[in-house]
């Protein structure tokens, strides 16, 4: 079937780095995704990994898949009090629709 | 280049009225869709169209929903007679089926239209 989960809540301290973990059952996905949303938002493409990718890194974000495990991860280095969001991960097993996890609860203290 | 954009963005109705949403995908997009977010979980997919064609709906689209996108360009969410269940975040993204800067079918959001249903 199609699951994704996500630990619920991550709490770091401004200037440490943070990784937000997340479970997928179906491996037939080609991206996995992450999106951030802040309160009262909607949802904001932050970046994506290609199945046959390890790692990719865009900036402060670095996306580890280990795809054997069906784990994604995504590490926020040097983390500001701006990221404090919900971050999603999300899966595509066939095109079209986004699967997606429960989210993430970032809290980021001064 | 403008995003994806709903109207309205909040909605108070009475159980039992009928509610209309729209969505406005960016222009290039050939794909939209429609899921429902309620409070501390992700969003759940409820239908999409490539162009006018509404091409899968989900299990969660209950006969009082339906959804138009007769141009292939904006499109509606209607729900008939709502339940205090049906209170919840209605987000719309759009997507292009080809690669360009992201990959194909990559979904940009809207901002939402978040309904209370009383």
């Known amino acids: 079937g199609e699951d994704v989960e996500q630990s619920l809540f991550l709490s770091v301290r401004e200037g440490d780095s943070s990784v937000i973990n997340c479970t997928y059952t179906d491996s037939s996905s080609t991206y996995l995704y992450w999106y951030k949303q802040e309160p009262g938002a909607g949802l904001q493409l932050l970046t994506y990994?290609?199945?046959?990718?390890d790692m990719k890194q865009d900036q402060r974000l670095t996306v580890l898949l280990n795809k054997k495990d069906k784990h994604l991860s995504l590490r926020i280095a040097d983390t500001q009090t701006g990221d404090s969001a919900i971050y999603f991960c999300a899966e595509s097993p066939r095109g079209g629709k986004l699967i997606f996890g429960q989210g993430t609860e970032l809290s980021v203290k001064p | 280049d403008t995003g994806v954009s709903q109207d309205p963005r909040h909605k108070i109705t009475k159980r039992g009225q009928n509610v209309t949403f729209r969505c406005d995908p960016i222009s290039e997009h050939n794909r939209l869709y429609w899921y429902r977010q309620t409070l501390g979980q992700g969003p759940e997919f409820l239908t999409y169209?490539?162009?006018?064609?509404?091409?899968?709906k989900s299990r969660l689209l209950s006969d009082r929903f339906s959804a138009e996108r007769p141009k292939g360009s904006f499109s509606t969410l209607e729900i008939q007679r709502t339940e205090q269940g049906d209170s919840a975040m209605y987000l719309c993204?759009?997507?292009?089926?080809?690669?360009?800067?992201?990959?194909?079918?990559?979904?940009?959001f809207g901002p939402g239209t978040r309904l209370t249903v009383l």
């Open positions: 990994i290609f199945s046959n990718m």
């Open positions: 169209f490539q162009n006018e064609a509404q091409l899968e």
């Open positions: 993204a759009s997507s292009w089926e080809r690669s360009g800067r992201a990959p194909p079918d990559t979904q940009y």
